[in-house]
């Protein structure tokens, strides 16, 4: 029996490892310049899909759609409803959502009303494959509107799990030449052959990344920080390469700030960043935790000159594994502005992270985070 088990454990790493090597040297990571004319950010849930659907009644060519997880809902159906009349009114709709992130998710309850697929279907290696999301959020409207951020489509986005309760993220409307760059990056992700050339002008980098091409983008900048560097995340698990390069930024005197949510909706990853955050925390970090809901925005900033925002946490799964979409920007860019004064804020509505809040973590959390240790690549 344990034979049986030795050789599942191998075949399993060896699929792993396999899918990481042709990733490696097949990757589709993009990479774009560009610009806006109007940004707006939205931190709450209700304000962002009201204004989505009103910009979609709006709609006179065009919707693509795309989130990781979508649901059977309240506030889903409301925008399938509405999505089903736009395409009936010759709207071309299509609908992109993640094979294992909208797992429950069955086709046949939108009954062909608009074009819909799920991306990263199992294929070989399929257990490489069930692990690479398509952790994307992006909706752009006549190819001239565009959303991109943190929210997903479903009611606990709307502050209705009673559990988590107020939902706190960061997404983005954006107006001007990005919202073309981002209806290139959902028609790669629908299938079509990438015939655009990738901009190089602009203000506004776009990275559309997998693998671990993310991690080295980061891990960069980590590098060259001399003063600060800001992190906000939901879930806060780096990989070897960026906690060594958060440590040794502390050792040159860069400071580290870390805001995180103190409740927690997946147990095992708040369990695995415990021993990051402790060690982090015993060389000089800052850290916050966001009380007033459950944060799940994700922010960086370097120096307080240069932001990257985006749909990626900062944890091993974003940065070495999913299909993520981020935004790089200098200072003076109104994204990068908005994005201050929005981190500011919810560090004001956050505590400090202490020894004694440390100490008194609960036994079975204390356990999970040496248990998560082979599991992390995962988290």
Known sequence: MLWIIFIFILL???DFQLGRFLVSHRNKSQSWRTT???VELFADGNSLFESMLSDIEKATASIDMQFFIIRNDRISNQFYTLLARKHAEGVRVRLLADWVGSFKFRKKWLDQKFFMRKMNPPR????????????RKVLVIDQKISYFGGFNLGNEYVG??????????????????????????????????????????GDVQVLATEGDVLEKTLLDYIKKANQSIEIGSPYFVPTRQLAEALMAALVRGVEVTILIPEKADHIVAKAAALPYLRKLKEHGATIHLYVDGFFHAKVI???????????????????QLNQELNLI????????????KAYDADISNSKLMTDTWLTHQPLYLRILSWVSIPFRIFL
């Not at 920007?329 to 990068?336: D, G, K, L, T």
């Open 12 to 14: 399993l790493i060896i």
């Open 36 to 38: 806006t004319e109007e």
């Open 124 to 135: 070989f290696p399929f257990f490489y494959h069930l692990q690479q999301r398509n952790h």
């Open 160 to 201: 209705k799990d009673v559990l988590l309760g107020r939902w706190r993220d960061y997404h983005l409307r954006m107006v001007g030449e990005i919202s073309e760059v981002l209806r290139n990056s959902f028609a790669i992700d629908w299938g079509e052959t990438n015939t655009s050339q990738n901009a190089q002008t």
């Open 301 to 319: 900033f370097f120096d307080r000159k240069t932001c990257d925002a985006g749909t990626a946490n900062f944890d091993r799964r974003s940065l």
């Open 329 to 340: 920007v200098s200072h003076e860019h109104p994204i990068y502005q908005k994005m201050r």
